[in-house]
């Protein structure tokens, strides 16, 4: 267990839906990122939140898009879902910028129909 | 832009046997950090090791080492005296030291098998 949260396990939801997701970072992390991981692939690098504010993104479109709350806790929110949406999303928090270890939660299975 | 591939999709080995684990990578920069990562079934991914692209001397903790070849790219994960535990999708991954967040670029995974 590395005391990163996700929430929920699995969710369905049809195309063109809005959807959003939660990640509880380790205490004591102020850096959480979001990938994205297609069903037999790799995660992709979504976006990153460092201190509530947004310092870097994927190539993912504007309807992707994040939150990070004083509590360092946060969420990903997905517009106008399309099917190939469909996939596992991770979220990883670190204590700091540049700390080398990223613990990452179980993910969220997000399935579009 | 950073790549980084796993050209071995699926590899098996014996409880007790020694197996390697292929990663190449692509980068122009000189320093970065290179990762592998499991993912059980589970599906929480956890750090196996990493590597700091400036340290000439190979990692390793515990069962786990690699060979990290960095005029070649190439960064194998070794496990030794395999346990039916290791069992899971392997990832190698990428960071680099230059860009402005800690993203890390993974390979496509490589599924171990452990047979007793």
């Known amino acids: 267990e590395t005391g990163v949260t996700q929430s929920p396990t699995h969710l369905i939801k049809t195309r063109g839906q809005q959807v959003t997701l939660r990640c509880s970072s380790q205490?004591?992390?102020?850096?959480v990122s979001w990938y994205q991981q297609a069903l037999g692939q790799g995660p992709q690098f979504i976006f990153q939140y460092y201190r509530e504010e947004e310092n870097g993104r994927g190539n993912f479109p504007p309807r992707f898009s994040g939150l990070q709350f004083p509590n360092y806790s946060s969420e990903l929110n997905v517009n106008a879902l399309e099917l190939d949406d469909s996939a596992l999303y991770l979220c990883a928090s670190l204590r700091d910028r540049g700390y080398n270890e990223q613990f990452f939660g179980p993910g969220t299975r997000l399935t579009v129909l | 832009a950073q790549t980084v591939t796993q050209s071995q999709p699926e590899m098996s080995v014996q409880e007790a046997e020694t197996v390697t684990l292929s990663c190449t990578y692509d980068t122009s920069e000189s320093d970065y950090y290179l990762f592998w990562y499991k993912q059980p079934p589970s599906r929480q991914m956890i750090l196996v090791i990493r590597q700091e692209a400036y340290k000439q001397q190979n990692a390793t903790e515990n069962r786990f080492s690699v060979n990290f070849q960095k005029a070649a790219k190439s960064f194998s994960l070794k496990i030794s005296d395999s346990q039916l535990g290791d069992a899971a999708m392997y990832f190698c991954a990428y960071r680099s030291t230059v860009d402005n967040t800690d993203k890390l670029i993974f390979g496509t995974g490589t599924r171990l098998q452990v047979f007793p």
């Open positions: 205490s004591g992390h102020n850096t």
